[in-house]
């Protein structure tokens, strides 16, 4: 499920698993486990998707307690391709599909089967792409021709007051308003003031040093709420760039300005998806009204001077390419203790080698505050030492025996995952005893409450066991062979042939 913010996720939840077991019941079938992603959109191949790549994970062991995969609803499921690339390694390991659509298992070798699944993925893909163009153009009709306010973040000046109610009947019934601009009394003579200062001849710097110095506080530190991923001490060159740039300043709202579009994740590997990125359209693509759609805080004649000032300073616009081919191993993992910004990497390229450098130049994008202004103008950080006292610390974790304590669970004892599915196969073992007796003649009128009883507990564990957070482990032997690889080598799986570094994995970062 992707839209979370727009529907309950156990509301969805429930009824695609209430669809899952009304499949299956008739066979005799029950849920041994369920994997619900939560926030992905379907576009995403199952190895992209965490709950995906945790069932294709558990259905290649061994050991997994279930014998099929039943799909609550196909087109969730499955989008464009993702079936023909997702079915075969199902069958591959000799797990079953069951799909509400096709009445049961999904016959591996029927040609109607797997048109039928090829076709829901063609809906599903096809459903996303109408309702991608209704949302854009039903957007874009709204930015041409009316002058509400389509919501974002307020523009720094402004401040949000209601409008009225919603003209959706049953939006406005739900208590949702209308919203619409008026000048911040706080820090609309802040915009001002900084139109004037750069009509005057004043530059970025100067400007964002200035008001820092005068205690102005900055977008990110007037409203932390809407920018918690900015720097709230000080202003930002491009801060002030932004507010130059901006035409709601002339009372003028624009929508439009940046769009969103899909690229292969790697064109070798069609099968790994897109991945959405941003982009900046031109000017002439912006869309906006004929007219103004709230107060202006810049006259027109100040907007000039600071456009005829601005083109005159700027170039051609040509936007190039600022990929680096520097391999740069410890990418976004170094910050400044100095300041706590992350440092950007620094190559220096000799004729024989090429130094690897990491640096951190405070006062090159945004303002120094007073609390830093002891601050070195330029840190500067070599790789090489960082990496070798990390080849250092990640040998002592290949030492098998404190590996093998890492993964030392006891199932006996404890509320933990493991615990949990002790006490479920010991519930289920004393369920089917108890039918094995029924079907041997025993008095039912005897065996009823028992049965009810430990139906009950084995509903509750079942209910405890999805909340439970799931360990990941690995196996003794594979534990084993890893440290024997691993030993001697250090980090040598992540250089390359010239002996660079390839990269350091950020295990908290998504795939």
Known sequence: MSTEDAQDPEASRSWQKRRAIDLIAPHGGVLAADYFDVGQSRSLPWKRRPEASRLLGDVACRDRNFDAVVIGEPARAFYGPQFALTFPILTHYGVGLWV?????AVDPGSEAHDLVMTLFGGMSKGERARIQMRVRTAMSAL?????????????YGYRLVDAGPHPNPAKANLGQRLHRLEPDPATSPVIERIYRMYADGAGLRYIAQQLTDDGVPSPSQYDPARNRHRDPRGWSHSAIRAILDNPAYRGIRV??????????????DVAAGYETRMR???????IAPDRRTHEALIPDELVQAVRLRTQARRGPGLVCSRESTVPYALRGLLFCAACGRRMQGAARVGKRTTRILYRCELGKSRSVPVDLS????TVYLREDEVTARLDEWIATLADPEDLARGQDVDPAGGTGYAALQRQLREANAK????????ESGV???????????RTAERDELKARLEQAERPVSCLPHRSANWSRNWAGCQLCSVRRPGGTRRGVRDPWAPP
């Open 100 to 104: 509400p659509e096709v009445g049961g």
């Open 143 to 155: 930015a041409q021709d009316t002058s509400r306010y389509l919501g974002g973040r307020p523009p």
């Open 255 to 268: 929508w439009g300005k940046q769009e969103k579009y899909e690229v292969l994740v790697s064109p070798d």
């Open 280 to 286: 900046w359209r031109d000017q002439a693509d912006w």
């Open 374 to 377: 002891d601050h070195p103008r």
């Open 431 to 438: 369920v089917a005893a108890l039918v094995t007796a029924v």
């Open 443 to 453: 008095a039912v009128e005897d065996l009823t409450a028992a049965l009810r009883r």
